[in-house]
């Protein structure tokens, strides 16, 4: 029997979070190893484990994956959350594809000095609202069916309710207009595997705060 997948990533958020989100949406219990110090960064790209010298990587099914975009599609792709057939996934991908311009903005933000903040988080309001939120809440309302795709779960509806939430973190008035959206948000909050993971102690990680972006240069040297 195979061993439970095990995330090679810093102890935060990036590009792992969403891989998280799935593999606990899915039900599958997975290990973590932190890259905490420069000397398990060097350790792991020396070994050749990184095809591309970068992380987020995950072993899983006897398998060194990375790229986050292929590690995530493997994931949906076993656990039947990738639709049922070409045209299904067409759509999933189309909404992922969509929800990653705004998603990027997102992860980013902490990144950016102080004196940009104003003007970054201003934009990420604008596009959320006037862009990326009503286009969702448009296909909800266009089918009137519980999820986005073919009328049950699919990652696509697990990357957006994550993405809800992130947002709501940076301003919880942002869903005020998408009634669709919020019920999305507590429809896939309330399944079993998700519930599980949105309580304190979880696998989910917390907002990156300013010391974990320090910590992360001293270790990735970025």
């Given amino acids: 029997m195979a061993g439970k997948p095990k995330l090679h990533y810093f102890n935060g958020r990036g590009r792992m979070e969403s891989i998280r989100w799935l593999l606990a949406a899915a039900g599958v219990e997975f290990e973590e190893q932190f890259i905490t110090c420069p000397e398990d960064w060097d350790k792991l790209r020396n070994d050749g484990r990184l095809m591309f010298g970068q992380v987020p990587m995950v ?8 790229q986050t975009r292929a590690i995530l599609n493997y994931i949906a792709s076993k656990h039947n959350l990738y639709g049922k057939d070409l045209k299904e996934r067409a759509l999933i991908d189309m909404y992922i594809e969509g929800m990653a311009d705004l998603n990027e903005m997102i992860i980013m933000f902490p990144m950016h000095p102080p004196g940009e903040k104003d003007a970054k988080l201003a934009l990420i309001k604008e596009k959320t609202t006037n862009r990326y939120f009503p286009a969702f809440e448009k296909v909800l309302k266009s089918h009137g069916q519980d999820y986005l795709v073919g009328n049950r779960l699919s990652r696509a509806d697990i990357h957006l309710v994550e993405l809800i ?58």
């Fill in 165 to 222: 939430y992130h947002v709501e973190e940076l301003d919880p008035s942002l869903t005020a207009n998408f009634p669709l959206l919020k019920a999305l948000k507590t429809r896939i909050s309330n399944l079993p595997n998700v519930k599980k993971f949105l309580q304190p102690g979880s696998q989910r990680k917390p907002p990156v705060t300013a010391e974990a972006i320090e910590q992360a240069r001293k270790v990735f040297k970025f």
């Fill in 59 to 66: 072993e899983i099914d006897g398998m060194e994956l990375v």
